[in-house]
């Protein structure tokens, strides 16, 4: 059973380059989330999606962007990466973000910014 | 507002203790959930218990035994004859209905010594 999967795992940009990380799910969950970690931080939630079609920004949201691309997929954004985004990713669904079911996580992205 | 805490960074414990692993929350939702999720040195984030704030009752499986007090809002984790295998990251996190959000400590970082 795939669950989330999420590309890339590991990435490494120039300051100011732009590129989007992809999640894609096959649990049919409606609501899907990206959160970053990063030391001593926890889980800081940048953007989620409630249900296709909509998007919603979390804690963390500035410079990134997000597409709900259909029911299974969700990508991030980092339009002009800068090093303050160098930090762990993940996506994660779930069946329905209203009624707080539990998380499925992606196995996570790590992405350094130069 | 919405808040989790983890208070213990890491811990260490030698092999067959048992150990607390405390958290703390606050909302002033009524309806709430609580959550434990573990991130091995794999990375990957993996979920272990989900309840709901109507339900005070405490849990085991089979090791692992959880306490909810809304009286001192706290949602404690026990593990029981520790494994090595239980050396991980693990977070508290609030499924609060305000937001549609999940709130995630920041972690504790169990390390069990053989």
């Known amino acids: 059973n795939a669950g989330v999967t999420q590309t890339p795992k590991f990435q490494v940009l120039k300051t100011g380059q732009s590129m989007t990380l992809q999640c894609a799910q096959d649990?049919?969950?409606?609501?899907m989330y990206w959160y970053r970690q990063d030391p001593g931080m926890g889980l800081r939630l940048i953007y989620y999606s409630a249900s296709e079609g909509t998007t919603d920004k979390g804690e963390v949201p500035n410079g990134y962007n997000v597409s709900r691309l259909n029911k299974r997929e969700f990508s991030l954004r980092l339009e002009s990466a800068a090093p303050s985004q160098t930090s762990v990713y993940f996506c994660?669904?779930?069946?329905?973000?209203?009624?707080?079911?539990?998380?499925?996580f992606g196995s996570g992205t790590q992405l350094s910014v130069l | 507002a919405q808040k989790v805490t983890q208070a213990q960074t890491e811990i260490s414990v030698v092999e067959k203790e048992d150990v607390t692993l405390d958290c703390v929350y606050e909302?002033?939702?009524?309806?709430?959930?609580l959550f434990w999720y573990k991130q091995p040195p794999s990375g990957e984030l993996v979920f272990l218990i989900r309840?709901?704030?109507?339900?005070?009752q405490n849990e085991i499986s089979g090791r692992y035994s959880w306490n909810f007090q809304k009286s001192t809002s706290s949602f404690n984790f026990t593990i029981t004859a520790s494994q090595v295998v239980d050396s991980a990251v693990y977070f508290c996190a609030l499924g609060a209905n305000t937001g549609n959000q999940f709130y995630f400590g920041t972690g504790t970082s169990l390390t069990v010594i053989p």
């Open positions: 994660a669904s779930s069946e329905a973000s209203w009624e707080n079911e539990k998380l499925f």
């Open positions: 309840r709901n704030s109507f339900d005070e």
């Open positions: 649990m049919n969950h409606n609501s």
């Open positions: 909302t002033r939702d009524t309806t709430y959930y």
